[in-house]
């Protein structure tokens, strides 16, 4: 069981901004930016092409409504996108507030506090329709 089925089944607490039945999206614990964001379908599958093409393209349409929210809320020249996969076996699209290419890098992470990260995932949370 990944740490993010954990976050899925509430063992394991998260900043939650968005969720429907098959997915789920929340502020990563270990931002590359303020509003680094994860989502992630709630059936646990290592490998994004192991999706089916309607499960994968359901999980990059809830993306773009979360990263619509994300651009409403965080001030940034654009939301990145990335899906890389190798540091937890669980499909998770990573969207993150950029304003230069470092920011995509996950060389530097920045530090919000517990209140920091509540305030932002409630007002993306407000933003996402």
């Given at each position: ?14 900043y ?55 651009e ?33 890098q ?24």
């Amino acid at each position: 069981m990944s740490i993010f089925t954990k976050i899925i089944n509430g063992e394991i607490p998260s900043y939650k901004i968005a969720e429907n039945a098959e997915f789920i999206a929340f502020l990563d614990i270990n931002p590359n930016a303020k509003g680094h964001t994860l989502v992630v379908p709630k059936k646990e599958e290592n490998k994004l092409f192991d999706l089916s093409k309607e499960e994968y393209n359901s999980l990059m349409d809830f993306s773009y409504q979360v990263a619509k929210a994300l651009e409403k809320t965080v001030p940034c020249k654009r939301i990145g996108m990335t899906v890389i996969g190798l540091e937890v076996p669980h499909v998770h699209v990573h969207l993150i507030p950029i304003n230069e290419m470092a920011d995509m890098q996950f060389q530097r992470k920045i530090a919000l506090s517990k209140e920091e990260f509540e305030k932002l995932a409630k007002r993306i949370s407000g933003n996402f329709v």
